[in-house]
């Protein structure tokens, strides 16, 4: 009898590894291949016929350097002896080779107890690209996406370390399914088939994880029942084009989470071409990539919002200034009294364009995010004191921290602006009486949600669609139309989002949504070395890391600290990059490098001066003035 349940088990393996993001390849003892994926093929454009198992790793190689796969060989065939070696003395590595056409391949490869290896090839280009492009902006984006780069290396490893232990089952064929379902548990994304009754007939049981709340026995029911109405609202239609045999791509928002998550479709059809007769799904957790993607986009907008405004707010500022110098001159003439009143208007509309000019500066002009970690009942606390300062008596500002009892990481500075101004367009809304009340709470583990509330009115339609837009206002010419906009700014800079609505006990309510990220553990106890010429800077520099435990040696120039770097026990060498000497802390910190001393650099240069620049690319850069806490998330 023909073993039909072996039949369907690999295909139904095959077609698992086929939805795998990353290409991976089996060999044997005896260099033969014993399995590889789809991708494997498309990523090295690999042919049929050395896909099949069976065909050796020496066969491989020599097509892939007569391609020219590795650049000009002098000698193919003492290299393919010398790979083919290697191979035989197989040893666990990690390493990423660009590709002669310019793609960033990392490669992982772990040996089989019972000889052989498994390797797995992540297309990496898209990642080095990103990394490159936010190392000129802020350092939260950067960290975004280096955290981003370093999760994909773990899931890797993950995959390695499954792959691992699959294989020590390998002694029977009939193993194979036990082994390729461990494997795709382990992955950090849910692998699925389903019927064309939507009931899903395999499960890798990783739903959970990526749809917070849903079963992992998932097989014999539909996915209405697995998700629930809401979520499969959204797939649906997706769903219903890949069983009409399209291959859909798409992101969706969990609104219980709020996370954010990218589900494929690949149809299986009956034969070659035919009917759909199932649907394979990939589903994984993309929050912070869409996160540091929302940065990236709002850093590269500005960019050219900033390009397009600096020339015209240049001769707008050159105008103004004309204007109120003949403002001036004219306020020295003996003028009618209806004239004098015509000259002070002339005057006051002048500033007010001065000022509305500095507020597009600040909306679309650089702006560099600086996170550290914050304590949100003291931030709150703080808000409370510099907001009830501006508010009558007849305004009441309530402020409630729900959980979030250990620090966080964000931008005060920012986020502190931003919310100032929404309590002060609260207050114009109130007339007077009334009750602002400033809410953070956690969301699930991923999002810091800031809630602020007025008793007021609440938005008007008009608002609630256009209160994100530049020069919107209902204030008449008492507004600019900018604060909202720049709130918006802010939080989308952060990787976050903005909400507008009205509370349904009445009144407006807006909702900053931020990624919720722990801080950086902090700096431990070390010596540091802190070189600065200028005297208070040198002992408030001190002072702030003797109140952190830290203990210090001082140094006013290159050389002082130069004779410093032999005392035992340095883990810091802190100089600022200006020196009132020959030689900068640049030249200080390549010294200190080649000694084997960690090094971070302050200064109070502008970030697009060369010397900062220069300093950026190679060491961690602090801004003045800082607190320990913000020193430590530099250096971490």
Request: hydrophobic fraction near 45%; proline fraction near 6%.
């Amino acid at each position: 009898m023909p073993d039909h349940g072996g039949q369907t088990t690999a295909r139904l393996t095959q077609a698992g590894l086929n939805l795998i993001g990353q290409a991976l390849s089996i060999y044997d003892r005896d260099l033969k291949l014993a399995v590889c994926n789809r991708m494997y093929a498309t990523l090295f454009d690999i042919p049929n016929h050395l896909t099949q198992p069976g065909v050796s790793f020496e066969a491989t190689i020599r097509h892939l350097i007569e391609r020219g796969e590795y650049g000009p060989v002098e000698d193919p065939e003492s290299v393919i002896a010398d790979r083919v070696a290697q191979a035989r003395a197989f040893e666990p590595h990690y390493l990423e080779r660009r590709r002669p056409n310019g793609q960033v391949i990392a490669v992982e490869g772990s040996p089989l107890p019972e000889g052989g290896w498994v390797t797995v090839y992540t297309d990496i280009t898209a990642i080095k690209s990103q990394e490159q492009l936010l190392r000129g902006r802020s350092e939260v984006l950067t960290d975004q996406l280096l955290a981003r780069h370093e999760e994909l290396a773990q899931a890797n490893r993950e995959l390695g370390a499954a792959n691992a232990a699959l294989r020590q089952a390998r002694h029977e064929a009939t193993e194979m399914a036990a082994r390729i379902r461990l494997t795709t548990e382990m992955l950090p994304a849910h692998i699925a088939r389903l019927d064309r009754d939507r009931r899903y007939t395999f499960s890798n049981r990783r739903l959970a994880a990526v749809f917070p709340g849903a079963s992992a026995d998932i097989v014999g029911l539909t996915m209405e029942q697995a998700l629930g109405a809401g979520p499969y609202a959204t797939i649906a239609p997706h769903l219903d084009a890949a069983l009409a045999g399209e291959q859909p791509v798409f992101e969706m928002t969990h609104d219980p989470t709020g996370r954010r998550i990218r589900v494929s479709f690949t149809p299986e059809r009956a034969g070659d071409g035919g009917e759909v007769i199932a649907v394979y799904a990939l589903s994984m957790d993309v929050t912070e990539e869409a996160q540091a993607r929302a940065a990236l986009s709002q850093a590269a907008g500005r960019q050219v919002a900033a390009q397009l405004t600096s020339g015209m707010a240049h001769d707008f500022a050159n105008l103004l200034t004309v204007i109120l110098g003949l403002k001036d001159r004219l306020g020295t003439l003996d003028l009618p009294l209806e004239a004098r009143e015509a000259v002070e208007a002339i005057g006051v509309a002048a500033t007010r364009g001065g000022t509305l000019i500095d507020q597009i500066q600040g909306l679309s002009g650089p702006r560099d995010l600086r996170p550290r970690a914050v304590d949100l009942r003291g931030f709150l606390a703080e808000l409370a004191t510099l907001g009830g300062a501006s508010l009558p008596r007849g305004i009441r500002l309530d402020t409630r921290v729900h959980g979030l009892d250990e620090p966080v990481l964000l931008d005060p500075d920012a986020l502190r602006d931003a919310i100032l101004n929404l309590i002060l367009n609260a207050r114009d809304a109130l007339a007077g009486r009334g009750t602002i009340t400033l809410t953070a709470r956690p969301h699930r583990d991923t999002w810091l949600e800031i809630l602020v509330h007025d008793t007021g009115p609440g938005f008007s339609s008009q608002a609630l669609e256009k209160g994100a837009e530049p020069f919107f206002t209902e204030k008449g010419e008492d507004g600019t139309g900018l604060g909202l906009s720049m709130v918006y700014d802010v939080v989308k800079l952060a990787g976050g989002r903005t909400r507008l609505g009205n509370a349904r006990d009445g009144g407006a309510q807006v909702v900053l949504r931020l990624p919720l990220r722990q801080p950086p553990p902090g700096l431990p106890p070390t010596l540091v070395l802190v070189v600065e010429d200028a005297v208070h800077i040198r002992e408030a520099v001190r002072d702030r890391l003797l109140a952190a435990g830290h203990t210090v040696l001082e140094a006013a120039s290159v050389a002082e600290a130069r004779a410093l770097f032999d005392v035992d026990g340095i883990g810091l060498v802190l100089s600022d990059i200006m020196l009132r000497t020959a030689e900068t802390g640049l030249d200080l910190a390549r010294d200190a490098a080649t000694r084997g001393l960690p090094v971070a650099l302050m200064t109070s240069l502008p970030d697009d001066a060369p010397l900062h620049r220069q300093a950026a690319a190679d060491w961690p850069v602090v801004r003045k003035p800082f607190s320990v806490e913000k020193l430590s998330a530099v250096l971490a």
